[in-house]
């Protein structure tokens, strides 16, 4: 149980949702940006951009920071244990 | 706890650690240089200041982040925001030009040497006060450009909280500055 | 990116690059909003009388009150950038000395636009004093209404919306009967 806990609480995501990752978190930043900007310029007030932009952040932090198990899909492959020479 | 970190420290030996120290000191000394040349771009002591009380409301608030200006050949006008420190007070103010005399340049028929500044007498009042600030001229009747600091020129709100709160609570500056230096010298990359 | 302390310090790290391009952004686009709004300002009645400096009680001075005024539709300067209006009404003229003086006697703050369409008739809400302690000899004055935009982020930017088409000379000093 306690190390079920610490798993999550940790975290870790292989190297594949990594990279995942890292795409969805910058395209999704650049696209909020440019979104909120144009929308708050059309309706010419900064409360719908900021209110915009913060969505945004909150359904990107949701989707990115806890680990979903699609990010866990390509575990890495560890060689098997080699059998240690006799001293 | 630091054990871990002692024993690595140990292993990488003396240079590593003095290579730490002086990235760390890099890193400080690109900062000043980097305010102190805006400082001399802006031709002011300090281009960057926070807002610190509520007399310029509602346009400014505590913990706003102002920047400022000192044009050498502009003389300052009626509406001007100004940051200005009174000799003997330590702390600037940031109020706005109420009224403005110039004087008429002393030529006496030579040419003035540079177009700078001629004599300008000042007076300034905050938004949010009913009444200007001869009270806070401390025996003075009118300001003068050398106590003028410079003019507010940009605006960037809240962003200067923390030096506020760091002021108030001193206790965050300690703990802030000390978590930093450990990370800086324990960290290894 | 492999633990989630990791995801959030990267995620924070690009989120504060991108408030700080929009920031950028919002304070640019200010520059292509520009309005330059005009109105117009009356003096209808200026006096002087004597009076006396508010530090030095036996130091007489003079001081002149100034009814005026003033209309002028600035709702073209609100933009979603724009905190507040400052609107101020000022005196510029030169005394007899050479000195050249500008005295703000009037200011508004405005913070929406519904309120920007100025029309006021009114009076100097600041003593209109002399530096000199006397009006006597002082060239006309020109009144203008000048206004400062402040903006939630980026540069502040200040404009005349109105000037008195004729100087307004100063009236010689009435006695208090």
Redesign the interface.
């Known amino acids: 149980m306690a190390t079920y806990v610490q798993q999550l ?5 292989d190297f594949e949702g ?1 990279k995942l ?2 795409r969805i ?2 395209d999704t ?2 696209a ?2 440019a979104i ?2 144009i929308a ?2 059309a ?4 409360r719908v ?1 900021f209110g915009l ?1 913060a969505l945004f ?1 909150i359904v ?2 949701a989707a ?4 979903w198990p699609m990010y866990n899909r390509h575990p890495v492959k560890w060689l098997p244990v080699k059998e240690s020479k006799a001293e | 706890m630091f054990a871990d970190e002692l024993k690595t420290l140990r292993r990488l030996g003396v240079r590593h650690v003095l290579l730490q120290v002086l990235n760390f000191v890099s890193v400080l000394a690109s900062g000043l240089m980097i305010w102190k040349g805006l400082g001399l771009v802006t031709n002011t002591e300090s281009p960057i200041v926070v807002v610190l009380s509520g007399s310029m409301e509602p346009a400014f608030y505590r913990g706003d982040l102002l920047f400022l200006t000192n044009p050498t050949d502009a003389r300052y006008q009626t509406g001007d925001i100004t940051v200005y420190k009174i000799p003997g007070a330590d702390i600037p103010i940031v109020h706005r030009v109420l009224e403005t005399h110039d004087f008429p340049p002393n030529n006496k028929g030579a040419v003035a040497a540079s177009p700078l500044v001629q004599k300008q007498y000042l007076l300034t009042k905050g938004d949010n006060n009913a009444i200007d600030d001869i009270e806070l001229y401390q025996g003075l009747e009118w300001l003068e450009r050398k106590h003028i600091v410079g003019k507010v020129r940009g605006f960037l709100p809240y962003v200067g909280y923390v030096t506020i709160a760091m002021n108030d609570f001193p206790q965050l500056k300690y703990a802030l500055l000390g978590g930093l230096g450990l990370l800086a010298l324990i960290q290894r990359e | ?4 302390y990791s ?2 310090n ?2 924070s790290a ?2 504060s690059t ?2 700080m ?2 920031l950028a ?2 304070s640019i ?1 200010s520059y292509f909003l520009v309005a330059d709004p005009k109105g117009s300002i009356a003096v209808s009645s200026i006096q002087v009388f004597p009076g006396n400096a508010r530090r030095y009680a036996n130091k007489n001075q003079d001081f002149a009150f100034v009814n005026f005024n003033v209309t002028a539709d600035l709702s073209p300067l609100f ?3 724009t905190k507040q209006l400052f609107l101020y009404v000022s005196a510029e003229y030169e005394n007899k000395r050479g000195v050249k003086n500008e005295v703000v006697i009037w200011d508004r703050i405005v913070r929406r636009k519904e309120d920007a369409q100025l029309s006021v008739a009114g009076r100097n809400k600041y003593a209109f004093r002399e530096l000199s302690t006397s009006f006597k000899g002082a060239a006309p004055a020109h009144y203008t209404l000048k206004y400062n935009v402040m903006p ?1 982020v980026g540069v502040l930017t200040y404009g005349e919306a109105a000037r008195t088409a004729d100087p307004v000379p100063f009236p010689e000093r009435q006695e208090l009967s």
């Open positions: 609480l940790e975290g870790k995501i990594q990752v890292e978190s910058r930043l650049i909020a940006t909120s900007f708050g310029f309706t010419q007030s900064l951009t932009f952040v990107l932090s990115v920071i806890p680990p | 990116m492999h633990t989630v995801r959030i990267n995620v690009m989120l991108c408030v391009v929009l952004a919002i686009s933009n979603w950038n939630y």
